[in-house]
Nanobody, 122 residues
Framework: QVQLVESGGGLVEAGGSLRLSCVVS????????MGWFRQDPGKEREFVAA?????FYADSVKGRFTISRDNAKNTVYLQMNSLKPEDTAVYYC??????????????????WGQGTQVTVSS
């Protein structure tokens, strides 16, 4: 079992920054692929970024968001800069414990956090 707890969401003006954190507990996490997804009401859950032995980003956030991990703290971060109103969503941390290659579909991740709301005002 793996437990994920996100924090760091909030309300920010366009152009501002936020850093999301995801604390991972349970089964050894240093080898898991860790991802961030987001979801607006009425829309499908959307891939944002993931980290394994490399990182991968959605085109919509490339150059603005940075994913990183601190294995000593069992924490994955999502640094979000130059935020736009269209970044508004609930952000979810997810773990794929089945492999080392990054996958981008939500159904390929087997553990999820509860989500944290990010709201960007224009």
């Amino acid at each position: 079992q793996v437990q994920l707890v996100e924090s760091g969401g909030g309300l920010v003006e366009a152009g501002g920054s936020l850093r999301l954190s995801c604390v991972v507990s349970g089964r050894s996490s240093s080898n898991h692929v860790m991802g961030w997804f987001r979801q607006d009401p009425g829309k499908e859950r959307e891939f944002v970024a993931a980290i394994s032995w490399y990182t991968f980003y959605a085109d919509s956030v490339k150059g603005r968001f940075t994913i990183s991990r601190d294995n000593a703290k069992n924490t994955v971060y999502l640094q979000m800069n130059s935020l736009k109103p269209e970044d508004t969503a609930v952000y979810y941390c997810a773990a794929d414990t089945t492999g080392r290659n990054i996958r981008r579909h939500s159904y390929e991740y087997d553990y999820w956090g509860q989500g944290t709301q990010v709201t960007v005002s224009s």
